[in-house]
């Protein structure tokens, strides 16, 4: 089975933690049923539909796993074309096999925690807008919002790359050009970086801001301050994207019907949870 990214290696590597997990779930479903799992990196769209020509014409794989689905996947008139079976981990904009998150609901669920906690003026920080996930989360967003009867304010919507350093040049940037008390991150590598140019900037987290991220890496349990975050439980996103592919190898036939792994909210110190806001 190939596992097929196709994002930058600067972003796979700041996400390892992620990938990591994924991995590993992957790796237990497919060992245990005589299969193996190889990596195919892909930086952009395009070489990730060169790698699937390559490898379905060399017979090298007998299905694959494809990761990070944008609005515009070209490769996936190459997996059409090819008949071969495959399984998005993350929403895809056609109605093929995936296994996800419900990320609208993961957004709303970062967001109504702030709001329980009495914010009103939350930011968020967006990932880029060809990733389906960072669209729904932020779809999440605008829906507690709506809930909850705030205004959506489109200036308090913020985007980077998904790595710490954009995050942090970013927030740098628009850290004082607007007021909130609250930020949410769509990963925890954003809201490491988040919170680095917060402090720079005379900011207390969580005292000033609370900041929510998402992923449950080893940097929300380490970082100071810890980071409330969700846990997407990427070893169960793995491990069920290959019970899926292998079920549909072995019946030669395509299952549409998606696959969702429910999401956690991990509360620690960076939301501000006990604290009295002025």
């Not at 970082?223 to 019970?243: K, M, N």
Request: net charge negative.
């Amino acid at each position: 089975m190939g596992l097929i990214a196709p994002i930058s290696l600067e972003h796979l590597f700041s996400s390892a933690g992620f990938f990591m997990k994924l991995i590993k779930g992957m790796h237990q479903a497919a060992q245990g049923n005589g299969y193996v799992v190889s990596l195919y990196i892909a930086e952009t769209d395009d070489e990730a539909s060169i790698n699937i020509k390559t490898l379905v014409r060399s017979r090298a794989i007998d299905g694959l796993v494809i990761t990070n689905p944008t609005f515009s996947p070209v490769y996936l008139k190459e997996l059409k074309r090819y008949h071969i079976p495959f399984v998005f981990i993350g929403r895809p904009v056609e109605e093929v096999p995936f296994v996800d998150n419900d990320n609208v609901e993961v957004g709303r669920i970062a967001t109504q925690h702030l709001i329980e906690h009495g914010h009103k003026k939350i930011a968020f920080l967006c990932g880029p807008q060809r990733f389906t996930f960072c669209q729904d989360r932020l779809s999440g967003y605008k829906k507690a919002l709506e809930l909850a009867r705030i205004p959506y304010t489109e200036t308090l919507v913020w985007r980077s790359e998904i790595l710490e350093e954009a995050a942090y040049r970013l927030i740098r940037d628009q850290g004082l050009k607007e007021e909130f008390t609250a930020l949410i991150a769509v990963t925890d590598v954003q809201a490491v970086g988040a919170i680095r140019a917060l402090k720079e900037l005379g900011y207390r987290v969580p005292e000033d801001i609370s900041v929510i991220g998402i992923n449950e890496s080893s940097l929300a349990k380490h970082f100071i301050p810890s980071l409330t975050t969700i846990d997407l439980h990427e070893e169960r996103l793995g491990y069920q994207a290959v019970c899926r592919l292998m079920e549909m190898i072995e019946n030669d036939q395509d299952v549409k019907e998606p696959i969702f792994v429910e999401a956690d909210l991990v509360i620690r110190d960076s939301c501000g949870c006990g604290l009295e806001r002025r």
